[in-house]
């Protein structure tokens, strides 16, 4: 089992910044890839940025290019998403996930999400 808990979220001005953590406990955190997703409300879930287990490699929504970054650290047992230049239709609740080798992989541990609310 992975125990996942996100935190950082809160209420930004549009085009102000936010950096969303993930704190996971349980099994060993580098051979999992990582990603977070979004879900706001009345949509369906949809992924937001992924890493690899060392970090090297990384992979982001249309939407999330050049604004967001996606980064870990495996010591800390600790994955990050740096979020700038935000707009209202950021707003969602935010989850990180867990996939055990490549972020391609099914996802099969979540955390409960933290919310982002973008004021306009």
């Known amino acids: 089992q992975v125990q996942l808990v996100e935190s950082g979220g809160g209420l930004v001005q549009t085009g102000g910044s936010l950096r969303l953590s993930c704190a996971a406990s349980?099994?060993?955190?580098?051979?999992?890839?990582m990603g977070w997703f979004r879900q706001a409300p009345g949509k369906e879930r949809e992924f937001v940025a992924a890493i690899s287990l060392s970090g090297s490699s990384t992979s982001y929504a249309d939407s999330a290019k050049g604004r967001f970054t996606i980064s870990r650290d495996n010591a800390k047992n600790t994955v990050y998403l740096q979020m700038n230049s935000l707009l209202p239709e950021d707003t969602a609740v935010y989850h990180c996930?867990?996939?055990?080798?490549?972020?391609?992989?099914?996802?099969?541990?979540w955390g409960r999400g933290t919310q982002v609310t973008v004021s306009s």
């Open positions: 996930a867990a996939a055990r080798g490549s972020y391609r992989n099914k996802y099969d541990y």
């Open positions: 349980g099994r060993t955190f580098s051979n999992y890839a």
